[in-house]
């Protein structure tokens, strides 16, 4: 689950369909058939490519609709 892949500093996703929404207080990344949408602040995306993205910050939440 997504206890695995964040932690209140770090959140690292596979298999993503890009951002939708970017800011440092929300980032909503489309995944294959949910939006997850990350809360927080000092958001900031550190990496990104085809395969996988890097947030960091201080992550308050991970919602997932």
Known sequence: ???DVY???E???ENHNGILAYGS???HISGCKLIIKVRGSD???KAMNASQLLITGDIA???LT
């Open 1 to 3: 689950g997504l206890g």
């Open 7 to 9: 932690n209140r500093q």
């Open 11 to 13: 959140l690292r996703m």
């Open 25 to 27: 207080q929300e980032i």
């Open 43 to 45: 958001l900031e995306l």
């Open 61 to 63: 939440g991970i919602e």
